[in-house]
């Protein structure tokens, strides 16, 4: 399958609510969905149509609380009793007036602390960084090519309808 041309982001609550719940979007430096098969294995997939708002899954993440934070070997994920946000780049930040960087020395223990903070907003620029917020406190993955170790920055893992965890519904930048 080849890719198509990058779409231009226009925002359109229309076209956004007409793609349901997990809208999904193909483009170099956006996010795509992956999708099951009916009849393939389970880690078969194939690409999703194009959507206007590449923000729309971080919608997913409002109101919820962070339940775990999680370092797996040389990447980081926020879990969310369902969710999960892994930055695959080195992710940085600020809770309250401090801020921080990952690896860098304490930022690990730093890290700890959003765990029972919940989210009440976000930020995307497919070209520069991925951003969850926490009233005060502030969770960043650097999404520009320069921070990238590979050639993706951030996924999302969202839930299916019973809200537990759903590898079939994952957003990549």
Not at 51 to 71: H, Y
Not at 114 to 122: A, F, Q, S
């Amino acid at each position: 399958m080849t890719a198509p041309a990058r779409p231009t982001f226009v925002p359109s609550p229309a076209a956004a609510s007409s793609q349901g719940t997990w809208p999904g979007l193909l483009a170099p430096g956006g996010w795509i969905q992956l999708v099951g098969i009916l009849g393939r294995g389970p880690w078969q997939y194939e690409l999703v149509e194009t959507v206007d708002n590449s923000g729309a899954p971080l919608r997913l993440l409002l109101g919820r609380e962070v339940s775990d934070v999680c370092f797996v070997r040389d990447y980081v994920e926020l879990h969310f009793d369902g969710p999960v946000l892994r930055a695959l780049s080195d992710p940085f930040g600020l809770y309250g007036c401090l801020g921080w960087r990952f690896p860098a020395r304490g930022a690990p223990a730093i890290m700890r602390y959003y765990v029972g903070k919940t989210v009440d907003g976000y930020e995307l620029d497919p070209d520069w960084m991925l951003a969850v917020d926490f009233g005060e406190h502030r969770f960043a993955i650097p999404l520009d090519r320069a921070s990238r170790v590979g050639p993706e920055a951030a996924h999302l893992i969202g839930v299916d309808e019973r809200g537990q965890t759903d590898a079939t519904a994952m957003w990549v930048w």
